[in-house]
């Protein structure tokens, strides 16, 4: 079995982003993200909620895929100081408007409709307020699932999935995921 450690994985992850085709809006590929209006209650969070989250998803869901209800409790739980501002309606709005952004079920309004908890833990970590070395070590961590301190070529490849999908459902920008790509780039982090 090989393993990539993680700052393997650091490198991985920037070879990644170079090999996705740029974003580019009037001849710009470099600026501000386009990010749709009902995820941006839960972008540029700190590294302390990103965490929380983290933990509230583990106390709160059964599983992997996370409900709606779910969601809105683990907001509920990690962000409620944060989100103070807003009444706890508005918080629910913004984790129902969140869980429609993740949710690809074709049957939105089903009871047995989830959420990929790894998708939307990585991804509001990419876009949060953490700096570059403790995102790279929350989503090396969350995608360790044996706790050994190093990622398979399958972890690997679930969190480049993840990461892509994940930042296509909240970009504003229509964009398509090319998972060879992804998968290439995930293969690549082992031949470094």
């Known amino acids: 079995r090989v393993l990539i450690r993680e700052d393997h994985f650091l490198a991985s992850t920037k070879h990644l982003y170079s090999a996705l085709p740029p974003l580019n809006t009037m001849g710009q590929s470099i600026g501000k993200a386009c990010i749709q209006p009902s995820a941006l209650p839960f972008i540029n969070l700190p590294y302390s909620l990103v965490v929380s989250l983290g933990q509230s998803v583990y106390e709160v869901a ?18 409620h100081e944060y989100l103070s501002r807003m009444s706890e309606s508005s918080i629910d709005e ?54 050994s301190g190093k990622l ?19 970009s504003a920008m229509s964009t398509s995921i090319d998972l060879d790509v992804i998968d290439k780039v995930a293969l690549g982090g082992f031949e470094l």
């Not at 399958?154 to 909240?170: C, D, H, Q, Y």
């Open 62 to 79: 059964e599983g992997f895929g996370l409900d709606e209800d779910e969601l809105k409790k683990i907001i509920q739980i990690s962000l």
């Open 94 to 147: 913004c984790s129902e408007a969140l869980f429609a952004l993740f949710n690809t079920a074709t049957l939105v309004q089903s009871k047995e409709a989830l959420i990929d908890s790894f998708e939307l833990l990585a991804t509001i970590c990419i876009v949060s307020g953490m700096q570059t070395d403790e995102k790279i070590g929350f989503i090396f961590n969350l995608f360790d699932l044996n706790e």
């Open 152 to 170: 398979n070529i399958n972890e690997v490849t679930l969190a480049f999935r993840a990461l892509a999908s994940g930042t296509a459902k909240i």
